[in-house]
């Protein structure tokens, strides 16, 4: 079993900085992998990046790719997701997530609870 907790700035300014971090706890996830997806209002739950938690694979969606990092601190057990550069289209909830894939689907099995994101313009 694998315990998600996301956490960081419920409001941001655009083209400010925002950070959310993923608290990771439990067994046996050396081998998993770690990911960020996020649900705008009235849309469906939609893959943002991912990375290999022992690994150095690392996939960004293409609508984000170049704008967010994420990154990890396997001493720690966090995992980040930030921008330099927050639009307001980055409004969503999100979550983070780990499975035994690194995949951009939706197939991983545990998730965390999410965290509301509003950048205003």
């Known amino acids: 079993q694998v315990h998600l907790v996301e956490s960081g700035a419920a409001l941001v300014q655009a083209g400010h900085s925002l950070r959310l971090s993923c608290g990771v706890s439990?067994?046996?996830?050396?081998?998993?992998?770690m990911a960020w997806f996020r649900q705008a209002p009235g849309q469906e739950r939609k893959f943002v990046a991912a990375?290999?938690?022992?690994?150095?694979?690392?996939f960004y969606a293409s609508a984000v790719k170049g704008r967010f990092t994420i990154s990890k601190d396997k001493a720690k057990n966090m995992v980040y997701l930030e921008t330099n550069n927050a639009k307001p289209e980055d409004t969503a909830v999100y979550y983070c997530?780990?499975?035994?894939?690194?995949?951009?689907?939706?197939?991983?099995?545990?998730w965390g609870q999410g965290t509301q994101v509003t950048v205003s313009s």
């Open positions: 997530a780990a499975g035994k894939a690194l995949t951009t689907g939706p197939e991983y099995d545990y």
């Open positions: 990375l290999e938690w022992s690994g150095i694979t690392i």
């Open positions: 439990g067994r046996d996830f050396d081998n998993f992998a």
